[in-house]
């Protein structure tokens, strides 16, 4: 048994100290989707045309160029954020809520709700205008947090393959599980063959997920694989905007941990 006031004395993580901040986020999703899925089938459809990503919005459709959706320019821009808080079955927001619970609890623990949020919006916006541009006019709705998870993953690798985090050990590093403050630049990110392997693999496998419209779960749907690239490039690309400078018990100014063991939740 670990006992977890000794373990946050000591200045050590405890075995589990998921930021609130993740799991507010993940009761968002999950009472989001209960709602949607409760309700009857003329409702969803009502807040789909409300609430999801359609391209149509921004780029008109040749089958449909005067149709119009609600909330006009403000619509446009609402919809950019609660997309990412709609999904299409209990399924996508399980897989969703545990990938955010793995990613988004180590870069909330570095970069503080708030900017944690951020970011996470940052990376949904940027992958649904890059689908947008690919798929201009299409009626086809997107829903997910996928692609703003995607941006976690993204910035998550920019620190924890230093020396000394969560991953350095798999280039021969060892020390204590504590991340130096600077992230790795993304210079040095692209030249990292450990980042450049997870990247590849991680967009080859959205790619074939995207084409064959098989998703991790096996079920058969329409996956905007495009959407993902584009929250993960935002989040390896412009992590460092997003990344504060803190000091923690590891080191003062100059170093930063994954997360502040004393109980105080630092934004």
């Given at each position: 048994?670990?006992?977890?006031?000794?373990?946050?004395?000591?200045?050590?993580?405890?075995?589990?100290?998921?930021?609130?901040?993740?799991?507010?986020?993940?009761?968002?999703?999950?009472?989001?989707?209960?709602?949607?899925?409760?309700?009857q089938?003329?409702?969803?459809?009502?807040?789909?045309?409300?609430?999801?990503?359609?391209?149509a919005?921004?780029?008109?459709?040749?089958?449909?160029?005067?149709?119009?959706?609600?909330?006009?320019?403000?619509?446009?821009?609402?919809?950019?954020?609660?997309?990412?808080?709609?999904?299409?079955?209990?399924?996508?927001?399980?897989?969703?809520?545990?990938?955010?619970?793995?990613?988004?609890?180590?870069?909330?623990?570095?970069?503080?709700?708030?900017?944690?949020?951020?970011?996470?919006?940052?990376?949904?916006?940027?992958?649904?205008?890059?689908?947008?541009?690919?798929?201009?006019?299409?009626?086809?709705?997107?829903?997910?947090?996928?692609?703003?998870?995607?941006?976690?993953?993204?910035?998550?690798?920019?620190?924890?393959?230093?020396?000394?985090?969560?991953?350095?050990?798999?280039?021969?590093?060892?020390?204590?599980?504590t991340a130096?403050?600077?992230?790795?630049?993304?210079?040095?990110?692209?030249?990292?063959?450990?980042?450049?392997?997870?990247?590849?693999?991680?967009?080859?496998?959205?790619?074939?997920?995207?084409?064959?419209?098989?998703n991790?779960?096996?079920?058969?749907?329409?996956?905007?694989?495009?959407?993902?690239?584009?929250?993960?490039?935002?989040?390896?690309?412009?992590?460092?905007?997003?990344?504060?400078?803190?000091?923690?018990?590891?080191?003062?100014?100059?170093?930063?941990?994954?997360?502040?063991?004393?109980?105080r939740?630092?934004?």
């Amino acid at each position: 048994m670990v006992d977890l006031n000794n373990a946050a004395d000591n200045g050590e993580p405890p075995a589990f100290n998921v930021p609130s901040v993740v799991l507010g986020l993940i009761g968002v999703l999950v009472v989001a989707y209960a709602v949607f899925a409760w309700a009857q089938p003329e409702q969803q459809g009502q807040w789909l045309f409300l609430f999801a990503l359609f391209p149509a919005r921004f780029i008109a459709s040749d089958l449909h160029p005067d149709l119009i959706f609600p909330g006009g320019f403000a619509g446009d821009v609402w919809t950019l954020f609660t997309y990412t808080l709609m999904h299409g079955s209990w399924t996508h927001v399980i897989i969703n809520c545990v990938w955010l619970l793995a990613f988004g609890s180590a870069v909330a623990r570095r970069i503080g709700s708030f900017r944690f949020l951020l970011f996470f919006f940052f990376c949904g916006i940027v992958g649904a205008l890059l689908h947008v541009v690919l798929y201009g006019g299409s009626l086809v709705p997107v829903v997910g947090a996928s692609g703003a998870i995607s941006g976690l993953m993204g910035g998550a690798v920019r620190f924890v393959f230093l020396a000394g985090g969560p991953l350095g050990g798999l280039g021969g590093h060892r020390g204590p599980s504590t991340a130096p403050r600077a992230q790795m630049s993304i210079g040095a990110a692209l030249r990292d063959r450990r980042i450049m392997t997870f990247v590849g693999v991680w967009v080859l496998l959205n790619f074939i997920f995207g084409v064959s419209g098989v998703n991790p779960s096996g079920q058969v749907a329409d996956i905007a694989w495009i959407a993902h690239l584009g929250g993960f490039l935002a989040g390896l690309f412009f992590f460092g905007i997003f990344d504060g400078h803190r000091s923690s018990p590891s080191g003062g100014p100059g170093n930063v941990g994954y997360g502040e063991w004393s109980g105080r939740d630092k934004d």
